[in-house]
C-alpha cells in the first residue's frame, strides 16, 4: 500500500475497525484508511454535524486555546490569518479576532471559498481538520503555496501515541481518513523545510523559513 503523505510503497496492515482497514508507513509514520474504505462526501458531511463545536463554548475554547495561545505569541500586531478546515461553526476566526488577528474561514463542505486558497497569509490554522485529509501530501504542498516566507501554520490533531489502535476513540471516527504521530510532524517540517515545534500536546507549530 502506497503512503499517501510520503509516497513511500512500503506501508504494512496495521488494524481494522469496523472493516475500515488502515495501514501504518514505516517510513513517516503516518497511518491511514485504506482507500477504498473512505467515506462518501455527503456521509462525511453528515457526520461532521454532529460534532458541537460552538465558540461560545469554554471547554472548547480551552482545546483551541492550546494552539492559538502560541500562535498569537509568535505572531506581528495584525497578522492576517486562514483557518483551513473551519467546520460548521467557525470558533478560530472568533478567537483570533478578539486578539486582534483578522482571520479569513474555509472548509471545503460547508465554506468552500475558492477565493480563500488563491491568497496567501501570515498564518494558517489547522484545527481538527488534518486527520480529516485524504490526500495529506496534496494538502500540505497547498498550505505551504498559502504561507508566506516567515508565517506560522499550526496543526492540531490528536496523535497516535502507541495505544491499542482499535480501541482509540480517534479510530473509531469513520471520518478519520490520516493519524499522525510526533515522528511524523518531524517529517512533514523536514520535508518541507519547516521549523517544527510543539508547545502543547497534539499542536505543531510549524514555521516556514524566510
Not at 473512505?38 to 456521509?43: A, K, Q
Not at 483551541?64 to 490569518?81: N, T
Not at 498564518?123 to 498559502?146: Q, V, Y
Request: some cysteine.
Amino acid at each position: 500500500m502506497v503512503c499517501p503523505l510520503c509516497l513511500s510503497a512500503g506501508a504494512t496492515a496495521l488494524a481494522s475497525v469496523y472493516t475500515r482497514r488502515y495501514f501504518d508507513c514505516p517510513v513517516c509514520g503516518l497511518i491511514f484508511m485504506d482507500p477504498s474504505d473512505h467515506p462518501d462526501p455527503g456521509v462525511a458531511r453528515t457526520h461532521y454535524l454532529t460534532h458541537e463545536n460552538d465558540p461560545a463554548d469554554t471547554g472548547y475554547r480551552g482545546l483551541l486555546s492550546r494552539l492559538v495561545d502560541p500562535m498569537i505569541e509568535r505572531l506581528a500586531p495584525g497578522s492576517e490569518g486562514l483557518d483551513f478546515g473551519s467546520g460548521p461553526g467557525p470558533a478560530v476566526s472568533v478567537m483570533m479576532g478578539e486578539s486582534g488577528f483578522p482571520v479569513r474561514n474555509y472548509d471545503p463542505l460547508f465554506l468552500p471559498d475558492a477565493a480563500a486558497l488563491s491568497s496567501t497569509y501570515s498564518f494558517i490554522t489547522c484545527t481538527e481538520t488534518a486527520e480529516h485529509f485524504s490526500s495529506p501530501r496534496t494538502e500540505f504542498e497547498r498550505l505551504d503555496t498559502m504561507l508566506r516566507p516567515g508565517g506560522w501554520l499550526g496543526i492540531l490533531t490528536e496523535w497516535f501515541d502507541r495505544q491499542e489502535f482499535a480501541k482509540w476513540r480517534y479510530a473509531r471516527d469513520p471520518t478519520h481518513l490520516v493519524f499522525y504521530r510526533r515522528d511524523t510532524m518531524e517529517w512533514i517540517g523536514r520535508r518541507w523545510n519547516w521549523q517544527s515545534e510543539f508547545p502543547a500536546p497534539n499542536v505543531t507549530l510549524f514555521g516556514k523559513k524566510g
